[in-house]
Structures are given as C-alpha cells and as structure tokens.
C-alpha cells in the first residue's frame, strides 16, 4: 500500500486505520493539516507524512497517489474537495463516512467518475460496510423487494469526528420513499426490533444506507433505525425542536468545543470486546414475501479500521476487479465482503423456502 495516502490519519480513527495499513506490512503515506501531529504519528509508523489542507492545490499533492482513504470528517467539509482532485488526477477515491448528503453528492459524479477512470467508494467501514452487506444479502433472497428496513444496535462509545457529525446531522431525519430522498423529523418513527434479545424501541436515523442500500439493490423505500434505551427516546424526540441551536454559529461553536474538549473515543479494552448487531428486512408488497437477517460485528471502529483497510487492498491490487465510478461496498467488493472480516456472523432469520438454496453460509466469527 506505498501508493496510498490516509488523510486525516490522526484522528481516532484515522490512526486506527494507519495503524492497521502497517500492520499488514504496507507503508501508507499518512497526511492532515496539523503538521506536528502528521510527523509525530509518521515517526511512530516509520512512514512518510504530508502536510496540507483541503484549501489549495489539492491535486498537485495527490497526484502520485494510486488512492486516498479520507478519514476526515466532517465528511460533508472534506469529501467534495478530495474528490475533486481525484478526479482531476486519476485518483481513486475511498472513505468512511456515513453522511447521507455525502453519499448522495459522491453518487452524483458517478458519470465523471467513470470518465475520469476512477473508483468512487465511499462508505467503507462501520458505515455501511455491514448494512450495506447484509442489505445485498436479503435482497438476493427477495430480488423483488420493494422496502427495506435496517436498523443498528450497540452501546458503543464514539470518537471526537463521530461526535462532530452527529451535531452536524443533529435535527435532521430521512427516508427513502419511491426513490426520492425525503426529510422527516428525527426519531419521527419508532419500531420494536429483536437485535438478537428480544424485541427493543429503535428509533429512525439519518443512516447513508437511503442512499447506498438503493445503489446496491434497487430497492425505492428505505428507512433505517438506531437502537435506543427507552429513557432517551424522549430525548431524541427533542431534536428537531433543538435543531434550531446549533444553526446559531456561537452553540454551535460551544457544542464542538465541547466535543473536541471531552471526547476521545473508545478504549482499546473497548475495541476488544464491544459488539454491534445490524438487523435487516426486505419485503415485496405485492406479493408479501419477505426476508430478515441479523449481521454480528466487533466493535464499529475496529471493523473500520480492518475494513477500510481491506478496501484500499482491493481497490489497489491492479487486477481490475473493482468497477469504476461511484460504488458501495456490496458493488464494489461483493455481497461477501463483511462476512469475511474477523468477529462477523450472519444469521438469517427468514427467507422464502424457494430462495435459500445455494446462500453461502456465514463464515464462524474470528477473533
């Protein structure tokens, strides 16, 4: 991986996934704005750093690039500018955000992306490598579905970008309804999900998955849910009428000073041990056949960083597998690709009797 360069390498997650590039015997070229913290980090990878920020000539230093993995987010403020260049510069491009508008602009440049001869992969770690996976899955099983219903559970800690971005989304909701994007309240809507103990309240959110699950199946009707203890529903429900503060610069600069003073992100111990659950349901309203699933996973970030990784590996390896122009992770790497990243275990729950020949079965979970 001597040709790909990691931008915003220094965030949590951004280091998570440097980290894991060496570990696999590559040398990432790790890059970001703060210069003193690019070459702390490149000492302590004994690799190469750059320093530069998304305001200027941007192509001229990712122009001898193979690939830029962006892990700067906000990705609404990073992945326009970056995109740009890769596009100017025969540059494929991957990230790991899990901004709708962010997906839903990327898939915009699909046709100057496959000009430029370039892979747009947007998506792909926690966000929306398993949903977007397990959403493929169903819909093999269904390929007449017309709705689809993800939903995501796990008490997981989050890092300072993570945080950053759902201030940013903060007040915002969306759907997928006959294929347009809709806005609709947050945590307008909310459903009894069995995440694998039981029924449990989940709430709708503005997940990219009503942008990506419609590029990877079709489907026109989207919707996805966050798990959420009862207590806080009430609070959820306060968001659009809450939403109005942070359009008030001087909040919403107290709410990232806030962020940037008090959150880090998850502990190693953590890493080792957090679980996730990705629950998903496609149905065909004609004909009322319909398929669930529940997709295990390690801790968000550590598949992040396993799974990004991955992607960059495969994106890299020359051979042509992976289409150009803009893709998901299931278009772009296939339906298997989440099942084959360690700690993941599928299990459907569903299906039609006459769609289940021939699945491959989930792989045993790794640790």
């Known amino acids: 991986m001597d040709s790909l360069l990691v931008y915003g390498s220094y965030g949590y997650t951004g280091r998570l996934v440097a980290r894991e590039a060496v570990a696999r015997g590559g040398s990432p070229v790790v890059a970001g704005r703060d210069g003193r913290q690019v070459r702390r980090q490149a000492d302590e990878l004994g690799v190469e750093a750059r320093t530069f920020d998304l305001a200027g000539d941007v192509a001229a230093r990712i122009d001898s690039f193979d690939a830029v993995l962006n892990c700067a987010g906000p990705f ?50 926690f966000d929306v490598v398993p949903s977007d996976c397990l959403a493929a899955v169903l819909h093999d099983q269904v390929p007449a579905a017309d709705e689809l219903t993800l939903a995501i559970s796990g008490s997981v800690s989050v890092s300072r970008g993570t945080a950053r971005t759902i201030l940013d989304l903060l007040g915002n909701g969306v759907v997928r309804r006959n294929g347009r994007l809709v806005e609709v309240p947050a945590a307008f809507r909310t459903r009894e999900i069995d995440f694998g103990d039981g029924p449990e309240p989940a709430v709708t959110a503005p997940w990219g998955d009503v942008v990506t699950a419609a590029h990877s199946t079709g489907v026109e009707s989207i919707a996805v849910y966050v798990a959420v203890p009862p207590a806080a529903r009430r609070a959820l429900g306060l968001a659009t009428a809450l939403g109005w503060l942070v359009d008030r610069r001087p909040i919403e600069r107290a709410l990232e000073w806030a962020i940037d003073a008090a959150v880090d992100g998850p502990s190693e111990r953590d890493l080792a041990t957090d679980t996730a659950v990705v629950w998903g349901e496609v149905r065909d309203t004609e004909t009322g056949r319909t398929a669930r699933g529940r997709l295990g996973t390690p801790n968000p970030y550590a598949l992040t960083a396993e799974s990004a990784v991955s992607a960059a590996e495969r994106v890299l390896d020359g051979e042509g597998r992976v289409p150009k122009g803009f893709q998901t992770p299931a278009t772009a790497l296939g339906t298997d690709f989440a099942l084959d990243l360690a700690g993941t275990d599928l299990e459907l729950l569903d299906v039609p009797t006459d769609s289940s020949e021939g699945l491959r079965s989930a792989p045993e979970s790794r640790d």
């Open 76 to 125: 609404a403020e990073t992945a326009d500018p970056l995109l740009e260049a890769c596009l100017a510069t025969g540059t494929d491009y991957l990230d790991i955000t899990g901004e709708f508008p962010v997906f839903e602009r990327l898939r915009q440049h699909d046709a100057d992306a496959r000009e430029a001869g370039i892979t747009v992969l947007p998506g792909v770690g």
